[in-house]
């Protein structure tokens, strides 16, 4: 019988030598290139153990003579490729925590966890026994350069009895039940395996659990997909050296049982890519940000200030001549001439703009003046005499102030108004930038990037609203180096500046020009996503995306001249089909609603900005909300379209908020030779 070392470094040799020509471990990343190398290790080891361990070779000992130069390079090739599965496998696992989370939010809650259970128990347990395999492989290199105890044959021969077994424990039992969650043997009983769980699942909560885990459906069906795949080839690879060693230790020939396996292999990994791609075909590419659980201003949301807010004037100051003589709805367009003997309009900040839709509500109240120094509100509450309070009455830090209407002369009533004040001044972030973000990749500046956006982000910076780009260098078969990956420094200005032109460098959001497109811009086939940019069609801000070709297989983006700029312009004029507008209804501010936000636009609409409930939250507040959250896959990826959307819930003011649709892997996934 020959010692567990020697055993261990005939197989390394035969590794070593039919991995010569292996790539170094940044160039190849994908699964199915790493099931390749490892499927012609396998059958270069079994052609080199079936022709020299034979009747030439009588013991391992003297099989081994010979080849003292590959022995030497045994186990840090192994090392090698163990570092470069675990590497993969290291990205790949966040995804089945991911659908852990998910599991718990979606609907079939008791099904998706007993499956995912499985299928978790399944992986690891391979993961695990891959790591003893490795352990040994260190203890017996730790104990050859040292001249140590060699580890004991029986050990090995027990491992590799186990990991070939027929018991439910072992590795070819996992593979088989791996399998079976992913395609079912009885199809006919409706269920369609884990893929298939996961489309539907998704599919029936409308994307509202995905938004939580960084992936789009798509991705994170791919992402299992290969997941699963790097755990069966791992498993598979485990098998076959696991009969060289039996063999080797002269308990059976085995050639047999490794060549049956390697066809069910195949068939499996067959199968499994047909049900992926076809999951993968039916799934969404869009991905999404859920609302946090906390909020927290310039870091997940930004907002307008004092545009369209709730203002208190007495008619009297509404029109030149100071008379009362018409009612507060007369005054639906207005400014503020003057303020009447220094009453209540002396006490509160004047509306130095345009003033509109003003109203009645009765004629006495007590105001609730915001505390000194706030920028985004007038007034924490108002209570009127007839019991309407509009805003959350509490305590009210300056005091709350009287508010009387008065009569002139019996004939005229001098009411005082509650109003939209729409002021532009210091006070009032109300302005969105028109400067295109751009990869690095096609900028003029850095010809030679090949660089990609691999994510999207609103930023508010000088009170100017910006769209800010992340990048990423594009690696073969359509990869990211997530080691380059960064955001893209915006450009700030003020509106102030002298170089800066409304209109052309930035929109500014009045009660005429409030119109915000929400569209899905998709890059043509085989271009994919590489700037941004807003723009004003008309009295609408517009989104507008920029893609650039690219070659999968090599990476390499086009040159920078065949870069499309995609929008929608269709407009609410339009004589077929028009643009149609969203509308909000009694709106809160929106970081206080109790519950999370859920798609309620549709491509080829719009919203308009306006003012929050009077009776919520007297009008202070303009809604609706700018959502901060950065939209960006994770692992990251290449994307092929970018979008507007209105996320809320009936009676709250929501978010306007970004999309990302991720590259469409599926379409290169493929069963190939191995």
């Given at each position: 019988m020959c010692s567990s070392s020697v055993v261990f470094l005939i197989l390394a040799a035969m590794f070593c030598e039919s991995n010569a020509g292996l790539k170094d471990i940044t160039e190849i990343t994908k699964v199915y290139d790493i099931g390749q190398e490892i499927f012609r290790v396998v059958t270069a080891s079994w052609v080199r153990i079936e022709t020299k361990h034979g009747k030439q070779y009588t013991t391992p000992q003297s099989f081994i003579q010979g080849s003292s130069y590959e022995t030497q390079m045994v186990l840090s090739r192994m090392e090698e490729i163990s570092r470069r599965t675990e590497s993969l496998e290291n990205s790949l696992k966040p995804s089945l925590s991911d659908i852990g989370r998910l599991s718990m939010e979606l609907p079939d809650r008791l099904r998706w966890q007993s499956k995912l259970d499985a299928l978790n128990a399944a992986i690891h347990q391979v993961m695990a026994a891959m790591e003893s395999m490795s352990t040994y492989s260190k203890a017996m290199d730790s104990s050859a350069a040292e001249g140590g105890v060699q580890l004991e044959a029986e050990t090995l021969v027990d491992f590799a009895s186990t990991v070939v077994s027929h018991g439910s424990d072992s590795i070819r039992s996992q593979l088989a039940k791996i399998h079976s969650l992913v395609i079912p043997r009885h199809k006919n009983f409706g269920d369609g395996g884990i893929?298939?769980?996961?489309?539907?699942?998704?599919?029936?909560?409308?994307?509202?659990?995905?938004?939580?885990?960084?992936?789009?459906?798509?991705?994170?069906?791919?992402?299992?997909?290969?997941?699963?795949?790097?755990?069966?080839?791992?498993?598979?690879a485990m098998m076959q050296f696991s009969w060289m060693l039996l063999k080797l230790y002269n308990k059976g020939n085995f050639t047999l049982e490794a060549e049956l396996m390697r066809e069910r292999v195949e068939a499996r990994m067959d199968e499994k890519i047909q049900a992926a791609r076809t999951a993968m075909g039916r799934a969404s590419q869009e991905l999404w940000v859920c609302d946090p659980s906390h909020h927290e201003e310039n870091e997940t949301f930004v907002q307008l200030t004092n545009v369209l807010q709730g203002h208190i004037e007495n008619e009297v100051d509404l029109n030149p001549k100071g008379t009362c003589r018409e009612s507060c709805g007369y005054y639906q367009y207005a400014r503020v001439h003057d303020c009447y003997k220094d009453q209540f309009c002396k006490k509160q900040p004047k509306c130095n703009g345009r003033i509109f839709d003003c109203r009645f509500i009765d004629s006495d109240a007590s105001v609730c003046l915001s505390?000194?120094?706030?920028?985004?509100?007038?007034?924490?509450?108002?209570?009127?005499?007839?019991?309407?309070?509009?805003?959350?009455?509490?305590?009210?830090?300056?005091?709350?102030?009287?508010?009387?209407?008065?009569?002139?002369?019996?004939?005229?009533?001098?009411?005082?108004?509650?109003?939209?004040?729409?002021?532009?001044?210091?006070?009032?972030?109300?302005?969105?930038?028109?400067?295109?973000?751009?990869?690095?990749?096609?900028?003029?500046?850095?010809?030679?990037?090949?660089?990609?956006?691999?994510?999207?982000?609103?930023?508010?910076?000088?009170?100017?609203?910006?769209l800010q780009v992340q990048d990423g260098e594009i690696l073969p078969g359509g990869l990211i180096n997530s080691s380059t990956v960064e955001w893209r420094p915006i450009k700030p200005f003020k509106v102030t500046d002298n170089n800066i032109r409304r209109d052309v460098d930035y929109h500014i959001i009045t009660w005429e020009q409030r119109a915000v497109d929400l569209d899905d811009l998709k890059a043509p086939e085989g271009s994919i996503l590489t700037g941004v940019q807003l723009r004003r069609i008309g009295a609408h801000l517009n989104l507008e995306i920029l893609t650039t070709?690219?070659?999968?297989?090599?990476?390499?983006?086009?040159?920078?001249?065949?870069?499309?700029?995609?929008?929608?312009?269709?407009?609410?004029?339009?004589?077929?089909?028009?643009?149609?507008?969203?509308?909000?209804?009694?709106?809160?501010?929106?970081?206080?609603?109790?519950?999370?936000?859920?798609?309620?636009s549709n491509h080829d609409q719009y919203i308009r900005f306006t003012h929050s409930d009077i009776d919520r939250d007297v009008a202070q507040t303009t809604v609706p909300f700018i959502d901060a959250q950065p939209v960006v896959p994770d692992p990251h990826s290449l994307l092929t379209g970018a979008g507007l959307f209105y996320k809320g819930k009936r009676n709250c003011g929501g978010f306007i908020s970004l999309k990302v649709m991720t590259y469409d892997y599926s379409k290169h996934l493929h069963m190939r030779d191995l």
């Open positions: 893929f298939k769980l996961l489309l539907d699942a998704a599919k029936k909560d409308g994307g509202n659990g995905l938004c939580s885990i960084h992936q789009s459906p798509q991705q994170l069906i791919f992402n299992l997909y290969n997941l699963v795949t790097l755990t069966e080839i791992k498993g598979y505390k000194g120094g706030s920028t985004h509100r007038k007034y924490d509450w108002i209570e009127y005499e007839n019991g309407r309070t509009l805003g959350r009455k509490g305590t009210c830090e300056r005091g709350s102030t009287k508010v009387d209407s008065w009569w002139r002369w019996l004939f005229w009533h001098c009411s005082y108004c509650l109003c939209l004040c729409d002021e532009v001044g210091l006070k009032s972030d109300r302005y969105f930038s028109l400067h295109p973000s751009l990869a690095r990749g096609v900028e003029e500046s850095f010809p030679n990037s090949n660089r990609a956006v691999t994510g999207l982000r609103f930023v508010k910076v000088n009170r100017v609203i910006h070709p690219f070659n999968f297989t090599t990476g390499k983006l086009a040159h920078r001249a065949t870069s499309e700029w995609i929008s929608n312009d269709n407009t609410p004029a339009a004589v077929t089909e028009p643009r149609k507008e969203i509308r909000m209804y009694s709106p809160d501010v929106p970081t206080k609603c109790p519950t999370r936000s859920s798609v309620v």
